[in-house]
Each structure stands twice: as C-alpha cells, then as structure tokens.
C-alpha cells in the first residue's frame, strides 16, 4: 500500500473536464514555471497557507485505499453527472504508484490526469495508461525558453506527448498564454505544427494568463518573480492551429 501527498481536494467543480468533477491536486512539481499559478503544489513538504482571517495546512498524507474510498463515495454524483475524478497538481506523475493504485480503485469512474507530461517513460506508460483523458500542458517548444522559463528541458515532453498519442489515450493540449513568453506567434505556430496531425487530440485550448498568481506566492509565503512584463496584454492567435484544422479555443 502506498500512500502520497495531496494538497487540496474540490469537489464538484466544473472546469477541470467532462461533467462535474472532483479534483485531486497531489503535491510536489518538478518544474518551476515562471507563472506558476499554484505555487503549493511545486514542493512536496506541507506548507501553511495564510489568507485574511484563515490559515490552512496544504499538504496532506492520504493511504491510497483511504483516498480511493473518499473519492469513490462520491462515484454516483459524478457518474449521473457524466463526469469524474480529475489528477492535477504540481505534478500528478511525481508519485507515479501512489496515483496508479489509487486510480485502479476507482474503477468505472472517468478519469482525467492534468500534466506537463514532465515523467519518466516507465511513469508515464504506467499512469496514462490508466486515464480516459488526458490535459496535457505544452509550454513552449524552443528547448532554450523552456529550460528557462520553466527549469526543465522539454524532451522528455514531447517524446511523453508522442508515446501518449501512440497508446491511443485521447488528449486535450493545453497552452497557457504568458505575455511576450509562450504567446507568441512563433510558440504558437511550434505548437501547431507539434500536434497537428496526432490521431488522439481532442482540440487545443489556449488559457489565458491568469494574474493572482503574485497573491498565492504571499499566501504561501513565497516570492513571485515573473521575468516577464506582466501587464503586457497577452495575444491570442488561432490562426496556426485553424491552418492545420486543429480545433482550438480559448478556454
Ligand atoms: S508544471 Fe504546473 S505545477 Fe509545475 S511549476 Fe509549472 S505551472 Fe506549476
């Protein structure tokens, strides 16, 4: 049995896929993206979380069967509502058997895992193969910007994004739009040509750049230091992806 860190659970919420879900947010990252939006999920040490008039503890050691049997209470809900258990974090694939073994006790309910696809090929074989859907996050495909934006080489991404598309796991590639970073004509016509043609993607949602991050560093007791304008207005451009008939939206 094995056990894992998880820092926050949502219940019925109503973006993180198909249907009403309930949402797993498991800790620890090995990424360090420059406009990370959940900076409690980067480190897998609890961490106190302090808003006006409330302190929380994020970072909670849950059995896999004691996680299971939580989430699966709640298995007739999310089946009538034609949804599931969505994986997010920090990184979900960080604790790669704590999260199979609780995915094989839920059988029957859909599951989606929401990732950078940062993982080891063994790790992700093993947790993709075990999802209905997958979000796949994919930054930037200039291996420099990434290193630099991000702290990790983007190899391992777009090899994972490949393997995932061979194994017939149907995915959703999710770009989030960072100012002057990853919103960029280049980026986005990279991306493009990355994905079109991939026989499993669901379409490409374009996420635009989500400004309360700096909130949630002071929260957590953390500094936010984006090396980019944040007040520069983010672009949206469809354009490469309506080329190759990838169906893309601004979520
Ligand atoms: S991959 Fe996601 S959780 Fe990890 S640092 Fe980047 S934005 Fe944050």
């Avoid at 990424?31 to 970072?59: D, F, K, M, V, Y």
């Avoid at 500094?223 to 008939?245: G, I, S, T």
Wanted: net charge negative.
């Amino acid at each position: 049995m094995t056990s894992g860190i998880v820092f926050d659970i949502r219940e019925f919420t109503l973006h993180d896929g198909p249907g009403i879900r309930t949402t797993v947010f498991l800790k620890g990252c090995p990424l360090r993206c420059s406009w990370c939006h959940n900076p409690e999920g980067q480190s897998r040490a609890p961490q106190t979380i302090r808003a006006p008039g409330r302190e929380r503890l994020a970072g909670k050691e849950y059995a896999a069967d004691e996680l299971a049997a939580l989430l699966g209470r709640q298995a007739g809900i999310l089946k009538t509502n034609e949804g599931g258990v969505t994986f997010s974090g920090g990184e979900p694939l960080l604790q790669p058997e704590f999260l199979a073994e609780v995915i094989d006790r839920l059988e029957g309910i859909h599951i989606l895992l929401d990732t950078s696809g940062y993982a080891s090929e063994e790790d992700w074989r093993r947790v993709v193969g075990r999802a209905n859907l997958v979000f796949f996050d994919l930054k930037l495909i200039d291996r420099e910007a990434h290193r630099r934006y991000t702290g990790g080489d983007n190899d391992l991404i777009l090899r994972n994004l490949r393997t995932m598309n061979a194994m017939a796991v149907p995915f959703v590639v999710r770009v989030p739009l960072v100012p002057g970073v990853t919103d960029t004509d280049e980026n986005l016509a990279a991306i493009a040509e990355t994905v079109c043609g991939l026989a499993g993607l669901q379409g490409v949602d374009l996420l635009p750049y989500n400004k309360a991050a700096g909130a949630k560093y002071r929260a957590a007791g953390m500094e936010f230091k984006p090396d980019y304008d944040e007040e520069r207005e983010v672009r949206v451009n469809l354009a490469p992806f309506e080329r190759c008939r990838v169906a893309a939206r601004v979520a």
